[in-house]
């Protein structure tokens, strides 16, 4: 605490720099989202231990998110049979490729409520950019893949790459 006051006394202007330094440290940033494409989306996320709904026209949205807080964000249409979605901070551009990934995610934080601060920690830790690349080598047959098994896999902390499997 002596340096502290120390520093301010020889550099009075340290307070300001301190002070703008501090405010760099929010919690939350707005971030652009792209689309795949320009139509009426109903986008649903993850954020603060909720989920949220809104509707975009366009192909880009701004939205707060919290800063490395994996976050799912899926945008649903009447013209796609599946959601685009993408995992922040891994990526702010939403694919279909990434809504299977995505959709985990949004699936294991809603079933999460009761417990919310501590499961999002826990998530945020989880490799989702490996997952992400995981689910797009299976394409279009990530929608195949036995869900639950892999929620309860990265639920109890004991998720591999083996236990990707395709419901027969």
């Given at each position: 605490m002596k340096l502290f006051i120390y520093i301010l006394s020889i550099c009075p202007a340290g307070f300001l720099l301190l002070l703008f330094s501090c405010s760099s440290f929010s919690a939350e940033t707005e971030e652009k989202f792209r689309l795949p494409q320009s139509e009426s989306w109903t986008v649903?996320?993850?954020?603060?231990?909720?989920?949220?709904?809104?509707?975009?026209?366009?192909?880009?949205?701004?939205?707060?998110?919290?800063?490395?807080?994996?976050?799912?964000?899926?945008?649903?249409?009447?013209?796609?049979?599946?959601?685009?979605?993408?995992?922040?901070?891994y990526s702010t551009s939403l694919s279909f490729q990434d809504g299977f990934a995505a959709e985990v995610l949004f699936?294991?934080?809603?079933?999460?409520?009761?417990?919310?601060a501590g499961t999002h920690e826990y998530l945020s830790k989880f490799?989702?950019?490996?997952?992400?690349e995981e689910c797009a080598a299976f394409g279009e047959q990530s929608w195949k893949l036995d869900k639950e098994r892999i929620m309860q896999k990265i639920s109890s902390g004991t998720f591999k790459k083996t236990d990707f499997k395709l419901l027969e």
């Open positions: 649903k996320t993850s954020r603060n231990s909720s989920s949220e709904e809104f509707s975009v026209d366009g192909s880009s949205f701004y939205f707060s998110v919290n800063k490395n807080e994996a976050t799912a964000i899926l945008a649903y249409s009447d013209g796609h049979a599946r959601p685009c979605g993408a995992i922040y901070p699936t294991l934080c809603a079933a999460s409520a009761s417990s919310a490799n989702w950019q490996r997952f992400m």
